[in-house]
């Protein structure tokens, strides 16, 4: 008879037998094995210890002007396009990742008004196609991109959200930037599986894009305009609340990141030709439990030629991954993706790095003028299941 472990309490009693477990959720859908690693303490380490998805360890997906790689391990460069075959690449060109989660990609196209949305799998080739926002006319603000692309919407004013709890994923989009000031008084939102977008009020709300917007842990964060504070949207109940005030000024040269799994926020003095950078991360799980923590204190040095100063840049939204720092730096007329590991960077003490123009990182590759860099790992989860008859279509290999 399989061995049983009993839940916290007296309570229901399920299998243990880590072999009959393995065999059971290997049968499930990712998504769902996400899920059950909360009945107990047994099933989460079997989760994370024995299926593929939790097993993997994420990749970095580096972003260019044309196209999208991944690196799979930092310390040779090996990298790989993230589509396979020309038709795949060529339906995707000109999107922006807004995100990743669990493997999945929320990618935009500024083309359309308002932004068209579309979920992608690289790992099975299914793509569905979101309902387009409701009277996405309004958000119809066309500019044109550096290379002379007109686009008439901003991917960055979407984010792509996993709720850990219901498995849920929700897409946001934050309407800030019709307004000069960056102010919104409500979101909107959809969730995969539900036929429309929704309003979720956000009243007297201002949001720097140039920040960024991200989402952690079933929450999505913010920066103010002018008292630069961040600010926290709940996405499974929808209350807006400041986070706790940061240990230093945020001022106006600063950026949220993702510090393995945490948020983090980089503020730069802004000076040259030494820039200094300070990255502080949010811990804790409850909000009475949260507190700011410095993990990177990272010194830049430029040089100065005939028109300005050059200096390495770290990436966003994520710069961090394991040992290495990513940097880019433009040169040579095309901008460069480098690998720093921390020990070869000039660790003075826990966190602190050193980056100049004369000692480089491992070259990675060209990411052209763009350069945006996500954790992803590669899964199975299929996209159908959250089709509706409001997603415009999806499309099978």
Known sequence: MAATTPMDGDGWRFPAAPDVLVEVLARLPPSYRRLLRLVCRTWRDVVDQRTPEMRSRAAILVQTERSSYVVDDLSSGRRRELWTGRCAGDRYEGMCVVGTC?????LCDTKEPGGAITLANPATGETLLLPLLPFSGQYYR????????IATSRHEAYCFAYLPT???YRVVHVPCYPDPAGEFEAVQVFTLGKKSWRNVPTPGMSCNLKAGILSVDGAMYWLTVGTEKV?????????VTPVKSLPAPAGPNCQLTVVRGWLGIAISDGSSPLEKIEVWVLEGSRREEQGWSRRYSIQVHMLRDEHRWRRQKLTWPQFAQGEYVLTKHSR????????????DAGRLQCGVLRLSEKKWGMEIGTVG??????????TTEPLDVYRVSDCRWIHRP
């Open 102 to 106: 669990n493997g999945l990609l929320c």
């Open 231 to 239: 600010m926290s949207l709940d996405l499974e109940v929808g209350s």
């Open 142 to 149: 066309p500019f044109r991109w550096g290379d002379g692309r």
């Open 332 to 343: 040579d007329w095309n901008c460069f993706l480098y690998g720093n590991m921390v020990s």
């Open 166 to 168: 219901t498995g849920k």
């Open 369 to 378: 003028g763009y350069g945006r860099t996500f954790a992803y790992v590669k």
